[in-house]
């Protein structure tokens, strides 16, 4: 295994030493080494299938190198970050730590002083190494995943930066871990927004994919409902009733100013064209509920849905070439899917007599939705192109709002089954079914932003 | 020396202030209690057909505020008497139907009144699609008031979806009462 010296990571920092140099490139600075055996971006887990068997990951606590207080401090809170990040993926189950034979804190973190043995005994099927050291705030983290019964260094990365950038650096490498294990970046370092009503009326608020940070992002005393993130994080879309009206409003969260598209009638349910400054909603200002494009500046492109009834709440497919959305004018509202070039549409969902709230899925392949049936809310998954669909949520109060994780392997949703609406995550399975966080009031609409790196 | 003068005075004051309370007292003692309302009238320097006129217009005042009262009691029925719908629907039932035609006779005996028709959802089903149902609700009422002769620009509507529920609630009977369009005079 090619490993880095000490020496030269004592160099990269020093190099790295001046904070405003940091900032001003913004950029974690990574050091790979290669592992001895080259992987292939082979999935270990197909995260589709429903029988998942969560594959144990044993985190021990990361070594301190220079062993100062800070860096002991530092050290244990990257541990713990990435030990929640893993566990909340679903398909990875982080050991008890009371089983472990050996502390690599203290005999070494790289593959010639870990005793394989000593893990596969235990049942560990992956370990992931940690060593930190941190000098006047800036730090260095070296991380290795292995795989103990391959007897292989799976991954191994050098993070250099400032401690207040440790998170971004754990989740770094968690996503590494879910693009070698699933084939895909994962969820760290998205951002799900969702409304809460803590302050008395519907507001906007941001949190991590884990629900921890919450921030508030608006702040209208009204109804504010619907957030829908652009592709690259950085505008968010909702309707308020600020104004009186429900308007359309497009915030860019860089500069926090808002684009207010205000047209008679409703101005609703906004949905990203992916990958562009555009997006999709419905506008009733000629009588009709129907969806349009609009640029992100606030400008009608053109009509996506001609028919008369309600149609609303468009949703993308990931190439942006359809829409799935609702629609009334078979009498009931049902599932459609739509085509962004010529309009033409056909009807996705005929199981019940009330599907709404479409989401797509970000392998293309699925749409989660809400069924009602006898007055019990329920999210369904359908595939893109019909057949049967499956119930994910069950005999647990009322469940709406379904949204896709960036790497489809989790959907969020808020749920009343614990009185007062809070927002839950399961797997794309329905599997795992947990509460995000708590927080006043009720929540819901959760959004959930693309995937860390795509920014 | 002053001070003798000065409290001498004001027990003079004092003791005429006395002398013409007493003779006050003394006169409306003697009034006449059988003089009657023309006496008194005339005492006031009134003449009967003043008083005839005066009469007159505090019936008509009482009969103002009768029709004021009555007014603002047709306008509260007009504002709270909301109109129900079916469960996903957005048609006039009949009763809907009935209080619409009493909605649009009060719209033309008070032609100078806007009015504000809101939608609303019971809570089941989805946040967004009940925007968009809410606002077919108040849009079949304005079309209905419309089609009674209420002019089009004296009619507004919004939808406010299942976000403003007039009743909390679990079952039918908070469901049905929250399925509504409300109206608001501007």
């Known amino acids: 295994m090619i490993l880095m010296t000490q020496n030269s990571g004592v160099k990269l920092m020093a190099a790295l030493n001046s904070r405003k140099c940091f900032l001003l490139c913004g950029l974690l600075i990574v050091v790979v080494f290669f592992p001895a055996v080259a992987v292939t971006q082979h999935a270990y887990i197909n995260i589709n299938n429903p029988l998942i068997r969560k594959i144990p990951v044993a985190i021990p606590f990361f070594k301190a190198f220079t062993g100062h207080e800070d860096e002991v401090g530092l050290g244990k809170n990257a541990v713990d970050i990435m030990s929640s990040a893993l566990d909340f993926t679903g398909y990875l189950e982080v050991m008890d730590r009371g089983s472990f034979i050996e502390n690599p804190a203290q005999k070494g973190i790289t593959g010639s002083e870990i005793n394989y043995k000593n893990w596969t005994v235990i049942g560990s099927e992956l370990l992931i190494t940690g060593g930190i050291m941190e000098q006047n705030g800036a730090v260095r983290l070296e991380l290795r995943l292995f795989d103990p019964f391959k007897e292989t260094l799976l991954i191994g990365k050098v993070y250099t930066g400032h401690k207040a950038d440790i998170k971004s650096m754990v989740y770094r490498f968690c996503a590494e871990i879910s693009l070698l294990l699933t084939g895909k970046l994962g969820v760290f370092g998205s951002r799900i927004a969702f409304v809460s009503t803590v302050s008395g009326n519907k507001e906007i608020f941001v949190c991590d994919f884990d629900g921890g940070n919450i921030s508030r992002i608006t702040n209208f005393n009204n109804i504010t409902m619907s957030p829908a993130w652009s592709s690259d994080g950085n505008f968010l879309a909702f309707t308020s009733y600020a104004k009186g009206n429900p ?209 | 020396m002053g001070k003798k003068i000065v409290v001498r005075i004001m027990v003079l004051l004092f003791l005429s202030a006395m002398m013409l309370t007493v003779s006050c007292a003394k006169k409306s003692v003697e009034t006449d209690p059988s003089a009657g309302i023309e006496n008194q009238g005339s005492q006031d320097g009134l003449s009967a057909e003043e008083i005839a006129r005066q009469k007159a217009l505090e019936e008509e005042r009482l009969r103002e505020e009768a029709m004021r009262k009555a007014i603002a009691a047709e306008r509260e029925r007009f504002e709270n008497q909301d109109i129900y719908f079916d469960f996903d629907s957005s048609e006039l039932v009949p009763d809907a139907r009935m209080l619409l035609k009493e909605k649009a006779d009060f719209l033309t005996r008070n032609s100078g009144l806007t009015v504000t028709i809101e939608g609303h959802c019971d809570d089941r089903g989805t946040t967004e699609y009940n925007l968009a149902l809410g606002e077919r609700r108040a849009m079949s009422a304005k079309r209905y008031l419309q089609d009674l002769g209420i002019a089009e620009f004296r009619l507004n509507t919004i939808s406010y979806g299942e976000e403003r529920p007039v009743v909390q609630g679990n079952d039918e009977s908070a469901w049905s009462r929250n399925r509504r369009a409300h109206f608001v005079i501007r």
């Open chain 1, 247 to 455: 308007d359309l409003y497009i915030r860019d969260l860089r500069s926090n100013k808002n684009v207010v598209f205000s047209k008679k009638g409703l101005n609703i349910t906004p949905a990203w064209l992916p990958g562009q400054f555009a997006l999709a909603a419905t506008l009733s200002f000629s009588g009709d509920q129907d969806i349009y494009l609009l640029t992100g500046s606030g400008e009608v492109k053109r009509q996506l849905t001609k028919e008369m009834g309600i149609d609303v709440s468009p949703a993308f497919s990931p190439d942006g070439t359809k829409f799935a959305f609702v629609s009334k004018r078979s009498g009931t509202p049902q599932i459609y899917i739509g085509d962004s070039g010529s309009g033409s549409s056909s009807r996705l969902t005929f199981k019940g007599s009330y599907n709404t709230s479409p989401a797509w899925s970000p392998d293309g392949d699925k749409i989660a939705y809400v069924g009602v049936v006898k007055n019990s809310i329920n999210i369904y998954v359908i595939g893109a192109n019909g057949g049967e669909p499956t119930q994910l949520t069950s005999g647990q109060g009322d469940n709406e709002d379904p949204s896709w994780s960036p790497d489809g392997n989790l959907i969020a949703f808020s749920s009343t089954r614990q009185g007062a609406s809070r927002i839950f995550v399961m797997t794309s399975t329905g599997s795992d079914q947990r509460l995000l966080f708590t927080f006043g009031g009720a929540q819901t609409d959760p959004a959930w932003s693309s995937a860390y790196g795509n920014k």
